[in-house]
């Protein structure tokens, strides 16, 4: 990660296969974001990935809902 403030991408994917991306931006390495999935979400596996534009650095992780 890179020091400063950096322009970020994320995206959720749904266990649909819908995404959902966000543009926003880090400090130093560092993010904060969060997203509240809706009464009516699907169920299943969900995806965050997570990509610093400046750098090309990517971090993605899953969870089931």
Known sequence: PLKGIQP???TITKPNK?????YTSSENGKLNFSYI????????KWKIEVEELA????S???WTL
């Not at 819908?18 to 966000?22: F, N, W």
């Open 8 to 10: 970020v991408l994320v």
């Open 60 to 62: 993605s992780k899953e």
């Open 18 to 22: 819908i995404k959902v991306t966000s």
């Open 55 to 58: 750098s090309g650095v990517k």
């Open 37 to 44: 999935p809706g009464k009516n979400e699907p169920t299943g």
